[in-house]
């Protein structure tokens, strides 16, 4: 597994089921980059093809470093670009071999499309096997169908194969990465524009582009990408996805793929706060990105700025101007004013978030958008999170994979590498993968093979389950550590008033142990926007008094298995809400007393050299419930603990059994026990899970008891 470090495979990646597909096959995404001064020495290592001009605008660093192969290209762990080949660390000396992937023949072990693990560069088999709960044998078996050999289960093992094991037993998987020991440097942030139709998104996105280093430096003829960079005149600079609205920010989130760092919120002037702000808002706070207002439109006649802000302040929102930290700034993209006032305010945002990045390294990015050219085939247009993309790499993005052939930047000029933050439009893949995928670099053709093949299959099980994977929000969901059940909900009513009655029932339901959280309320019928964030966020819908979705809706929810309540009583409603509650908590483990045994008589038996040592036999009669072989007893005398431990032997008329019910008598031993008297009572405990319980009183009152 020496080749494990070499591979060192990049990017956070969750096998998502494939209704996804039809919310990205009509949508593009865009993306962009900002570079602060230090980030340009940085990321033009080695110096080669970067003139002193060039700091004059941060994005030129993206182009720097030319055909020219450094020195410095080895702190990416890469090799040349013209060999095209990973050579191997440590000992074993022979390439993989490159044979066809041979889909693992192990079936013994079970699926469990529910589970999500993480992974991690250098875990052992030990730990995969821990974490996706199959036996250390097993994966083993995997391994060997997957050509790779190791020498203990304590080996280091390289993500892509942790991964390609675990897709073999069903799991899906989380990639964790790791900046430990790794130089992190300031990155530029990435920013969506979104806000209520006809607001101006798309004319601030254009008035923007048109500052865009892209434009400046072609005479304003931008081409194409899915994101632009609009760079300042400090050396820092800023990327825009270039899709305004929150369908693709949710889409892109629902893939496990956050790329934004700050939203901007567009809000007219002459228009104020409408439905879709505050769905923008539900997205972004959803998120927990944070918001920048731009007040559009401040040149027309009736703009009255004051009174947006005030609506915002009503909704919530805590404005720098009225001791908040929301920075609130007026444009206008039509006559191109407040511009410079925004793109100040992003970089000031970015400065308090303390955006940075690893760049050395493999990277770890996203697909923002791809299409298919005529000539050149697939175009991806992806942007890096971390770590640098070089041109020439064996890729794995999404289910699809391919050889890099061709890096172009923001400008549309060919470039060797894409660093954090940097949008690039990559070329050289076999086929088109979907917005929010994955893009890791992996060693050779045939491991890139290999995974794309492995996902493809996961993929298709995945969609023939209709199973959707929700990515997990926190990236350390042990099982064993009892949860809080939290319950997203998105409200959607007729009127503003029983909007907020149905809200304000649902926190009626709220416990130290349930939290039901609702991430977006409105008026009017449930809408994609709606789907689209319950996804994003693993929310339920609750519809009161609105018309039934349209059936494409209702499909595309079933699909993303998001569950639709649709009431026109609270109460239904609570009681819907309450029972995915309790379906969804884990239970409480708890032990009960399954049965009870009195001791009538105790034998001893003799211990041996072979035997071991002497045993004491507990001659008894079940009193209560019955006893089991397999469970844990309590010994008790006059009513006092004197002993607890593990059945070791239960037999009836010598018949070795494994349960005695009520009214038989049996032989019982505890493991340990010496110390039984007659008139003793053991207990039979049972280990159970409670669930919690939707409880309605009299009065009307509901709550769950857990
Ligand atoms: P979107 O739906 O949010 O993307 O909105 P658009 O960018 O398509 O703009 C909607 C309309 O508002 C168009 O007719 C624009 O010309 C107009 N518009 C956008 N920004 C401004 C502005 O700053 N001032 C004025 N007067 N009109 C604007």
Redo the contacts with the bound molecule.
């Keep these: 597994m020496n080749f494990t470090r070499a591979l060192a495979t990049t990017s956070c990646r969750h096998v998502v089921g494939s209704s996804f597909a039809s919310i990205f096959a009509s949508q593009s995404v865009y993306a962009s980059a900002r570079c602060m001064p230090d980030f340009i020495n940085h990321s033009c290592i080695g110096g080669a093809g970067y003139s002193s001009g060039t700091k004059e605008c941060g994005i030129r660093c993206f182009h720097a470093s030319s055909q020219v192969w450094s020195r410095s290209d080895a702190a990416y762990g890469l090799k040349p670009p013209k060999r095209e080949k990973y050579v191997r660390k440590g000992s074993r000396n022979q390439p993989p071999v490159d044979a066809p992937h041979v889909p693992c023949k192990v079936t013994a072990t079970k699926s469990n499309p529910d589970k999500t693990i993480e992974i991690f560069e250098g875990m052992t088999l030990v730990e995969l096997a821990k974490r996706s709960g199959k036996s250390v044998s097993s994966l083993q078996d995997i391994l060997t169908t997957v050509g790779e050999k190791i020498q203990s289960e304590f080996e280091p093992l390289s993500m892509d194969i942790s991964e390609l094991v675990a897709m073999e037993v069903g799991v899906n998987v989380k990639r964790l990465h790791s900046t430990e020991g790794k130089e992190v440097l300031p990155r530029p942030p990435v920013v969506t524009v979104m ?10 996105l ?1 008035a923007l582009r048109q500052t865009s280093v892209a434009a400046k430096e072609a005479g304003g003829i931008t081409q194409h990408l899915g994101a632009f960079v609009v760079g300042m005149s400090s050396g820092a600079s800023i990327t825009f996805l270039d899709t ?1 609205g929150h369908a693709a920010f949710s889409a892109m989130r629902a893939r496990g793929a956050a790329v934004t760092d700050i939203v901007v919120l ?1 809000v ?1 002037a002459d228009d104020g706060v409408m439905p879709q702000t505050l769905e923008a808002v539900s997205h972004a706070k959803s998120a927990n990105v944070p918001v920048v207002v731009a007040v ?5 006649p009736g703009a009255n700025p004051e009174k947006v802000k005030l609506q915002l302040a009503s909704e919530g929102l805590l404005l720098e101007e009225m001791g908040g930290d929301i920075q609130v700034v007026e ?5 191109k004013t407040g511009l410079d006032n925004l793109e100040e305010a992003l970089l000031l945002q970015a400065d308090m978030m303390d955006l940075k990045a690893r760049f050395d390294g493999p990277a770890q990015a996203y697909v923002v958008e791809a299409r298919l050219d005529k000539g050149r085939g697939p175009l991806v247009t992806t942007i890096v999170k971390a770590g640098t993309l070089v041109c020439g790499q064996h890729v794995v993005v999404g289910s699809q994979w391919g050889k890099i052939r061709a890096i172009k930047d923001a400008a549309g000029r060919l470039t060797q590498r894409a660093t954090p933050a940097m949008p690039v439009e990559i070329e050289g893949l076999r086929g088109l993968p979907m917005a929010g995928d994955d893009v890791i670099a992996v060693h050779s053709e045939e491991r890139a093979r290999m995974l794309s093949s492995g996902r493809k299959k996961k993929f298709e099980e995945d969609r023939l389950r209709g199973k959707i994977v929700h990515i997990p929000t926190t990236s350390d969901d042990t099982e064993e550590v009892p949860k809080r059940v939290e319950m997203a909900v998105i409200v959607k009513g007729d009127v503003q008033g029983t909007v907020q009655a149905v809200t304000d029932a649902l926190t009626t339901l709220n416990s130290p142990q349930v939290s039901v959280n609702v991430v977006h309320v409105g008026v009017g019928p449930i809408s994609q926007s709606d789907v689209d964030l319950a996804q994003a966020c693993g929310a339920c819908i609750v519809g009161f008094n609105v018309k039934s979705p349209p059936i494409s809706l209702t499909q595309a929810a079933t699909r993303a298995s998001i569950k639709v309540i649709m009431h026109r009583v609270i109460y239904h409603v609570l009681e819907d809400v309450a029972n995915l509650i309790i379906e969804k908590a884990p239970g409480t483990p708890e032990t009960q007393v399954a049965g009870q045994a009195e001791v009538l008589n105790i034998f001893e038996v003799k211990g041996s050299k072979s035997k071991g040592p002497d045993v004491k036999i507990a001659g008894c009669k079940v009193v209560e419930g019955f006893v089991n072989r397999s469970a844990t007893m309590r010994l008790l005398r006059s009513g006092e603990m004197v002993f607890e431990g593990p059945c070791s032997s239960l037999k009836r008329e010598k018949q070795d059994v494994d349960s005695v019910k009520k009214g038989n008598e049996c032989g019982l031993v505890i493991n340990n026990c010496c110390d039984f008297q007659i008139g003793d009572v053991i207990q039979c405990l049972e280990q159970v899970v409670r669930k919690p319980k939707f409880i309605k009183s009299e009065s009307g009152a509901v709550r769950i008891e857990c």
Excluded at 195 to 204: A, R
Excluded at 296 to 300: A, G, L, P, Y
């Design positions: 806000g209520h139709v006809d607001h101006g998104k798309t004319s601030l254009d305004p567009v007219a559009n439109k401040c040149d027309k444009v206008s993209a039509l006559k």
